[in-house]
């Protein structure tokens, strides 16, 4: 393995291809560590990079000699499992994490962050925002002034977040979903693709439509202990 290598938690086939992508384009990466927490096949891999598996259990982890580390997926449930399974088992912590910001992207000077976040290309965080840890925008995301975004949120392509809004902890935000001024979302909650909310959303659930309704409970989290 050279320098240039990145330790990725978990793998999901699309998380797995944007942060290689992005880790080789932005740092000049292309060996990179997968770490399993699951037993499931192997992504599949561009020829471009190189990447060794290893299960959490054969991996020995050296803080002082640690790799850059991201994660290889991006549902807020999973980034939120993920995190938990390799700090407990690993001692990997939100301060190993590396932010991953595309050139294009637009983060605004008076923002902050707390690490361990995902930038895809032309997405934009703008004035005096307060992002939490892990905090993944897909391409195109926009996240207005005076947002505040939990730790383990997602906010998928083309998503448009107005001022003042709150996302609670591990909420997803569907590709296209747009939150008018004020609104707070709830932890746990998955917004649906297309949907617009003008009214707050509580937590641990699926809403979805014009205007955004809550539909069910969001399973997705049913198995995870927060």
């Known amino acids: 393995m050279s320098k240039k290598t990145m330790l990725i938690l978990g793998h999901i086939h699309g998380g797995i291809a944007v942060v290689m992508d992005l880790a080789s384009e932005l740092f000049g990466i ?16 561009s020829p471009k990079y190189n990447a060794i598996y290893y299960f959490a259990s054969e991996y020995d982890f050296q803080k002082e000699l640690a790799f850059p580390i991201q994660f290889g997926a991006h549902h807020g449930n999973v980034k939120y499992a993920l995190h938990n399974f390799f700090s ?3 001692g990997i912590d939100q301060s190993d994490f590396e932010n991953i910001i595309h050139p294009s992207a637009y983060f605004g000077p ?3 962050h707390r690490g361990g976040i995902l930038m895809e290309p032309n997405s934009l965080v703008s004035s005096m925002c ?19 975004l939990e730790d383990y949120v ?8 107005s001022g003042f809004v709150t996302v609670g902890m591990g909420t997803e935000i569907g590709v296209g979903a747009v ?18 909310v003008t009214r707050d959303i509580p ?16 399973e997705r989290w049913a198995k995870i202990s927060y």
Do not use: M, W
Request: charged share 15%.
């Open 110 to 112: 008076s923002s902050s």
């Open 30 to 45: 292309t060996d990179f560590v997968i770490l399993k927490n699951v037993d499931r096949p192997d992504c599949e891999v």
């Open 203 to 218: 937590d641990g659930v699926i809403a979805y439509g014009n205007p955004c309704k809550v539909i069910r409970e969001n």
């Open 130 to 148: 307060q992002l939490g840890f892990g905090v993944t925008l897909k391409g195109s995301a926009s996240v207005g002034h005076h947002a505040k």
């Open 88 to 90: 407990k088992n690993l």
């Open 154 to 161: 997602t906010i998928n392509p083309g998503a448009v977040l």
């Open 179 to 196: 939150i008018s001024n004020n609104v707070t979302i709830g932890s746990r909650t998955l917004i649906g693709a297309g949907s617009v």
